[in-house]
């Protein structure tokens, strides 16, 4: 069994920072990706930013310039740094493992339960 348990979330003014931390926790024999999502009032899940088990990284057009994804192999953690915040970033924020728990087993997608982050102006 994998958990994802996230942290990080919070109230902000117009122009703070945050960090979003994730730890994968049981059973991880190797991750093929880490990603952040968000999700805002009345909208769709959209993707914030990636990073591969490589440190290759892929962010939102939102994101770029503000936000910075990073990783600790040593701990099964990824990170959502977030500087200039602005109200329209205000949302539920997931973590998403691709997960492989034993060799030779399918890889598995896993999610985080949410952390909400809330702007102000």
């Known amino acids: 069994q994998v958990q994802l348990v996230e942290s990080g979330g919070g109230l902000v003014q117009a122009g703070g920072s945050l960090r979003l931390s994730c730890a994968a926790s049981g059973r991880v024999f190797s991750i093929a990706v880490m990603g952040w999502y968000r999700q805002a009032p009345g909208k769709q899940r959209g993707l914030v930013a990636t990073?591969?088990?490589?440190?290759?990284?892929a962010y939102a057009e939102f994101a770029r310039g503000r936000f910075t994804i990073s990783r600790d192999n040593t701990t099964n953690t990824v990170y959502l740094q977030m500087n200039s915040l602005k109200p329209e970033d205000t949302g539920v924020y997931y973590c998403?493992?691709?997960?492989?728990?034993?060799?030779?087993?399918?890889?598995?997608?896993?999610w985080g339960q949410g952390t909400q982050v809330t702007v102000s102006s």
């Open positions: 990073i591969t088990t490589a440190g290759s990284t």
């Open positions: 998403n493992t691709v997960i492989r728990q034993f060799p030779g087993a399918p890889y598995k997608s896993y």
